[in-house]
């Protein structure tokens, strides 16, 4: 079983920066892919960034050039750096975790949530 802790929410002003670090618990094994999903109030939750065991990323448009994903393989976790934060950012931040044990089989884990504000 696998435990994912987010930290470093917070409520900053627009044009601000905040980082935000997800440290998994117990084994994730050598392939798996960790990522930044998001859900506002009354919308859907979407990704925001995503990292490949090999160090392959992936974003949302709207979040090019402001955000960077990271691995930290200290905490075997995931780090967020927000830059150029937009009142629209806001949202609950959820950590994410895919973890293939074969070709057929993976698990999907998700952390608490981390709520970032962003203020006008």
């Known amino acids: 079983q696998v435990q994912l802790v987010e930290s470093g929410g917070g409520l900053v002003q627009a044009g601000g920066s905040l980082r935000l670090s997800c440290a998994a618990s117990g084994s994730i094994g050598s392939s798996n892919t960790m990522g930044w999903y998001r859900q506002a109030p009354g919308k859907q939750r979407e990704l925001v960034a995503t990292?490949?065991?090999?160090?392959?990323?992936n974003y949302a448009d709207s979040v090019k050039g402001r955000f960077t994903i990271s691995r930290d393989n200290a905490k075997n976790g995931v780090n967020l750096q927000m830059n150029s934060l937009k009142v629209e950012d806001t949202a609950v931040y959820y950590c994410n975790a895919v973890i293939r044990v074969s070709n057929s089989i993976t698990y999907n884990y998700w952390g608490q949530g981390t709520q970032v504000t962003v203020s006008s």
């Open positions: 990292i490949t065991n090999s160090g392959s990323t």
